[in-house]
């Protein structure tokens, strides 16, 4: 949890909106940061997570957690956490055993991945509607708060064959479900590549995806490196973008940062008040 | 001429609001379904995009019970056992079916939220043809749709846009709660207006129109700042006075002729020469460049 | 960690029996050797070296074990190919196994073409190899003439000595030894020797690729490379190399078309790579022809499921070649991306215009910096023509787009 981001969002662990969607992009920065940052975040604020990890395997998100100063391990056992590992289950996919039962979220990888996510959006809906999840808990066990989803990453699902179409249904499914049925909060990571000039013939591509994620969303933080190039202090600029009216009725406007990410966080400045800088 | 397109008047319209991703168009929408209940008229919303509670906020204070939101965002796929209301459905006679389960012989206003969604799914002759359809039906009074500009292909857009009576294109304004829209109304006869207004739209979803502009950017909240006196902060005397200044007036300035003299130079005689000079190369003296002759 | 320390550790409750390495990770676990290996300084990780010591370098100390190397080849596929016969190379020596792959070639001719090591320091286990070097002493190795003293200390520390000497320097002009090149385990895969069946399934990656992928699966579940394999001998790493993914040999219209039908097969295979390595102990070179790839956002997207990316531009046979800027080198090296495994940050090289050159007993990878200019005329060369400036797109910095906001 990067408390400098805390204080730009306006949220804390104690205190955050329920019902966001929440659109994390990347244009050819890597915004994984940011995911980290909410899942700790949301680890902290006691709520039931469901966080589909499609880029890296399970020890890897474990241990950059850990650096944050949550378990993922820990969470997964008091069944706080649900994790999909991507890596395994679609190579489980790829190469079936024969005696899998199997997972069936991602089987779209088997048939046609044309066919939807709908098996992906049940899993995601069964997994934050188990006991334990804002219901009552028949066994004793913790009672955890708003459910929440978060994909690292969309564009992963687009490199498996997926059309955007079906990526963004997904979201739309999960948006209707999680945050205006159940009250909770989706985050999704989006990388694009770098902008090409009116493509307007592709709507399979990222661009059309990303501006229909941006469409449905309520807040939105695209991550880009630094238009003057590249530098070794100041990793990059954040845009944060409130699409929602906030509760006094005025809009927000768009605000940019810029990060540096060290080891254990991240430190937001304004424009030009880079330690390094100043 | 967005204040008589809320009003509604013309009856067999389709008005498209146009957004992009810098600018949403929903509160606009909104605000045409706030002025139709104000009329007391019958409104039908498909609503995919957006959920019931999103779409009824600001609508308290209306007679809601004309409003019938037909919930789409839900389950508009169909992927679970009972869904509410689905794309699927999306044609002339479910739709005609679906107007005059009202039981007001005044036909309804149908609002699509959004037609993007819509036509992400089915194929953009089938969808034109139901609104085409639509409208010469009778079931509904005016249709009313959201469509988001960026999300297709520009054929797409000016396909959809080619069967509107009326085109809003939203886009943000100089300040956070201003927007720029720009108006294209295509009357019956033919005639094409355009305009572009700046407006605001207020909690009660109300538009407040502020000001017409014929070009885009208006300056004209800075005014000239009054001209500031040179002669004022002086440690010497630049002013004159009224006795200073006619005197003045009355000195004779030392070449200045007589009238007559003037008059009798203005018109030169047939003796007088005249000097012919056409300027040649050397004169063309060019004072930045010096070293103009130099070789280097 | 892709292959994590810690839980190959947690499987087996005896890990070897020396504690090789001086580094030491300030965990309770103890971490285990593997010749060839040693743990990052930064991060922990396990490492292996490419073969390459200045390619070791840019990469943050090596390729750490359950990453995926991509790199894009250049024009004629020269120095792209060398690097994989390093990587192959510096396995054999290290003892490690091999896996190697091509649609092109048949992998025993790549195999018959690595180079040889340089061997001064290298111990070599098995008596049976002769080293080449003349002065050492025809009699066994145990018998040493100056350091007798050692002789007796176990042999667990010549062990040592070749697992902390990572990174091997290789005399291209010569071909390695058949004795030592037999002795490294190979694992082969020919494409034209697998007919393809059509699969029923319309799963989006090729046949060629789900064979392939299917075919290092069961090697590492044969071999034993999987991380919760127990452990019962000792652990190795397996090698892969991967020739010329993507290219029409594999069956596959990347290269061919702007918009191909096939266009996620090799990143679907990509991800069931990565899916296998994170979970093994392997690590593997992918090379991929992009400079036939047309599309941009997909080479992209392949970049971004690899972990490090390479790509190698070659001056031959481009205008380049006859700028007097690029006479000390062969081409330029481009870093498209460096992982970040386990932390935060990653670490990015410093420098972002390097160019290499291929020696004979080293493959030199430099900071391209301009040479002093001797000539007689001023002659301005601007420098947008040294191309590393303007195409370097990092893992966190982006090409000068737009010079419109100079904040700082």
Same mark, same amino acid.
């Given at each position: ?69 949550? =378990? ?40 046609? +991945? ?112 630094? +238009? ?51 | ?63 809601? @019970? ?89 054929? %797409? ?84 006075? !009224? ?42 003296? !060019? ?10 | ?43 922990? @990780? ?6 390459? %010591? ?25 120095? =792209? ?26 992998? !025993? ?93 319309? =799963? ?98 392949? %970049? ?105």
């Amino acid at each position: 949890m990067f408390t400098e981001l805390n204080s730009i969002l306006n949220t804390s662990p104690d205190s955050f909106t329920q019902g966001d969607f929440i659109l994390v992009s990347g244009r050819q920065s890597d915004a994984s940061f940011l995911i980290h940052h909410f899942l700790s975040f949301y680890l902290r604020a006691r709520c039931k997570v469901c966080f589909l990890g499609l880029v890296q395997s399970f020890s890897h998100y474990s241990a950059v957690c850990q650096r944050l100063g949550v =378990s993922l391990a820990q969470a997964k056992e008091k069944r706080q956490l649900v994790f999909l590992e991507g890596l395994q289950e679609g190579l489980s996919v790829f190469i079936p055993q024969d005696d899998t039962t199997g997972n069936k979220a991602l089987s779209f990888l088997s048939r046609d +991945p044309m066919v939807g996510l709908q098996n992906l959006y049940e899993f995601v809906r069964s997994s934050v509607s188990s006991p334990g999840g804002g219901e009552e808990g028949s066994d004793g066990s913790e009672q955890w708060g708003p459910p929440v989803l978060l994909v690292d990453d969309l564009s992963v699902l687009l490199s498996l064959g997926v059309s955007a179409r079906a990526v963004l249904d997904f979201s739309h499914y999960c948006r209707a479900s999680l945050c205006s049925q159940l009250q909770g909060n989706v985050v999704m990571l989006l990388h694009c590549e770098e902008e090409e000039e009116e493509d307007d013939g592709d709507d399979e591509g990222s661009e059309r995806l990303l501006k229909g994620l941006i469409h449905q969303c309520c807040l939105a933080l695209h991550v880009q490196g630094l +238009p003057t190039g590249y530098c070794r202090d100041i990793h990059g600029q954040v845009e944060v973008c409130w699409r929602r009216r906030q509760g006094d009725g005025q809009h927000t406007q768009n605000k940019v940062f810029q990060y540096k990410v060290h080891d254990k966080g991240a430190s937001f400045f304004a424009r030009g008040t880079s330690s390094a800088v100043l | 001429m967005l204040s008589e397109l809320l009003q509604g008047t013309d009856t067999g319209g389709f008005l498209i609001v146009q957004d992009n991703i810098s600018h949403s168009g929903r509160p606009l929408l909104k605000s045409f379904i706030s002025a139709a209940l104000n009329r007391d008229e019958d409104v039908h919303v498909l609503a995919f995009e957006a959920s019931e509670e999103e779409l009824k906020d600001g609508l308290q204070g209306l007679p809601c @019970q004309r409003l019938h939101i037909h919930n789409a965002y839900i389950d508009p796929l169909g992927w679970t056992a009972h869904p509410a209301f689905t794309v699927q459905q999306f044609c002339f006679e479910e739709l005609t079916q679906l107007a005059k389960q009202t039981s007001q012989p005044k036909p309804a206003t149908l609002v699509i939220d959004s037609l993007s969604w819509i036509l992400r799914h089915l194929n953009p002759p089938h969808v034109c043809k139901t609104l085409q359809q639509l409208r010469k039906g009778g079931a509904v009074r005016a249709i009313i749709g959201l469509l988001h500009a960026d999300m297709h292909q520009r054929g %797409t857009v000016g396909s959809i846009c080619h069967l509107a009576t009326s085109v809003i294109a939203v886009s943000p304004g100089m300040k956070a709660d201003e927007a720029v829209a720009k108006t294209t109304k295509r009357a019956k006869s033919g005639k094409v207006t355009q305009d572009e207004e700046i407006f605001r739209i207020n909690e009660d979803l109300t538009v407040v129109v502020l000001n017409k502009t014929s070009h885009p950017g208006p300056k004209q909240t800075d005014q000239e700042e009054p001209e500031m006196d040179p002669t004022a902060n002086l440690t010497f005397n630049l002013r004159l006075s !009224d006795t200073e200044r006619e005197a003045k007036e009355k000195l004779a300035l030392p070449f200045v002729f007589s009238k007559e003299k003037k008059m009798a130079l203005l018109q030169s005689g047939p003796g007088s020469g005249r000097i012919l000079y056409e300027p040649d190369a050397n004169d063309d003296y !060019d004072q930045e460049d010096p070293d103009d002759d130099l070789d280097v | 960690m892709a292959a994590p320390v810690n839980s190959v550790v947690n499987s087996s409750a005896k890990c070897s029996s020396f504690n090789a390495t001086s580094f030491q990770k300030k965990t309770r676990s103890r971490l285990i050797s593997i010749p060839g290996t040693r743990p990052s300084v930064q991060n922990g @990780q396990l490492l292996v070296s490419t073969g390459v %010591t200045s390619l070791d370098y840019l990469l943050g100390g090596g390729l750490a074990v359950g990453t995926v190397l991509l790199i894009e080849e250049d024009r004629y596929d020269s120095y =792209s190919r060398m690097i994989l016969k390093y990587f192959l190379a510096e396995g054999v020596v290290c003892r490690h196994e091999l896996f190697v792959a091509s649609a092109q070639h048949t992998p !025993d001719d790549i195999l018959q073409e690595l180079p040889s090591p340089i061997l001064d320091d290298v111990a070599i286990h098995k008596p049976v190899e002769q080293p080449r070097l003349s002065h050492e002493p025809q009699d066994s190795l145990d018998a040493m003439k100056i350091a007798w003293r050692y002789q007796n200390l176990p042999k667990v520390q010549t062990a040592l000595a070749s697992s902390s000497r990572f990174g091997h320097y290789y005399d291209v002009s010569k071909m390695m030894e058949a004795e030592i090149r037999e002795a490294a385990k190979c694992h082969r895969f020919y494409l034209p020797e697998h007919p393809t069946q059509s699969s029923p399934t319309h =799963s989006p990656m090729l046949e060629s690729y789900s064979a392939l992928l299917k075919s290092l699966r069961d090697v590492i579940q044969r071999e034993g490379f999987e991380v919760t394999a127990p452990m019962s001998k000792s652990r190795n790493i397996l090698r892969i190399g991967l020739h010329s993914l993507g290219s029409t040999l594999w069956g596959d219209d990347l290269c061919c078309h702007d918009n191909p039908r096939h266009g996620h097969a090799l990143t679907t295979f990509l991800y069931g790579l990565r899916a296998l390595l994170r979970s093994s102990l392997s690590v593997a070179v992918v090379t991929v022809p992009s400079h036939l790839i047309q599309n941009r956002a997909l080479m992209g997207r392949i %970049t971004r499921l690899c972990d490090n990316a390479i790509a190698l531009e070659s001056f031959k046979g481009s205008e380049r070649e006859a700028n007097p800027l690029y006479k000390d080198y062969h081409g330029l090296l481009h870093v498209r991306q460096v992982p970040h495994l386990n932390c935060l940050a990653s670490q990015l090289p410093d420098h972002k215009d390097l160019a290499f050159k291929l020696k004979r007993k080293q493959f030199s990878i430099e900071r391209l910096h301009l040479p002093p200019d001797l000539s007689e005329t001023v002659s301005r060369v601007s420098r947008g023509e040294l191309a590393g400036t303007a195409m370097v797109g990092s893992a966190c910095g982006s090409g000068t787009s737009g010079n419109k906001h100079l904040d700082f």
